[in-house]
């Protein structure tokens, strides 16, 4: 396993931190991942993510690196072509990925026979004053906020992944809101923070014969 470190700040994407999706693998089997999407912007310091990668690397090929190179666990924000860009991402329906870097982060864990996750793999999640978060009421987690995550660097084992790195996450700490991607993902409080509660002395709502 590479060493360790604390990514820049990014934006939240597809968030599961709280409970792991599920994931059907071509052979048929089924995965269990914590994960996250990271979106960071293109001119990001992105050295210390760099050199974790080639640490990776080195890590599993030596001086031995495949002819045809190593795909690497980022991508830049393009619209998917099959024939140019196989890679790429359908901007149509995240828009907020074009123009930035693209990259996911992962933990996988089980599912034991009582329909229980093993949590001992879930990352640690803390709020703005670094501490975890034991409220996610009170200081949600969801797409569009601002973090930064501690993340190691793998080359996957099996031959179905062929030659690239992955990402795994160790932990994440929330740094500020942020406008969330989509309205279904946003916090409460923010989603009715303009608005007058109707009562029985401002609102035509309460009157009888309605």
């Known amino acids: 396993m590479t060493s360790r470190i604390i990514t820049p700040v990014f934006r939240v994407s597809y968030p599961f931190l709280l409970e792991p999706k599920e994931q059907t693998n071509s052979n048929g089997s089924v995965s269990y991942l914590y994960e996250v999407t990271m979106i960071f912007e293109p001119d990001v310091d992105f050295g210390p993510v760099l050199a974790l990668f080639q640490e990776a690397v080195k890590e599993k090929w030596g001086n031995n690196i495949p002819a045809t190179g190593v795909i690497k666990p980022w991508r830049k924000g393009e619209m998917k072509n099959p024939e140019t860009n196989p890679r790429g991402f359908d901007l149509t329906k995240n828009p907020e990925y074009t123009g930035k870097i693209i990259m996911r982060a992962s933990s996988y864990t089980s599912k034991f026979t009582n329909g229980q996750y093993d949590t001992s793999k879930q990352p640690g999640i803390a709020g703005p004053n670094k501490l975890p978060i034991l409220d996610f009421s009170k200081e949600p987690i969801y ?15 099996n ?5 690239r790195v992955s990402c795994g996450i160790h932990n994440i700490i929330k740094i500020r809101d942020g406008e969330a991607f989509g309205a279904a993902n946003a916090p409460v409080d923010k989603v009715f923070a303009a608005i007058e509660v109707p009562t029985d002395e401002n609102s035509d709502f309460f009157l009888d014969g309605i």
Do not use: C, Q, V
């Open 143 to 157: 797409a569009g906020m601002y973090a930064m995550a501690e993340i190691s660097m793998y080359a996957p084992k």
């Open 159 to 163: 031959k179905e992944a062929g030659n």
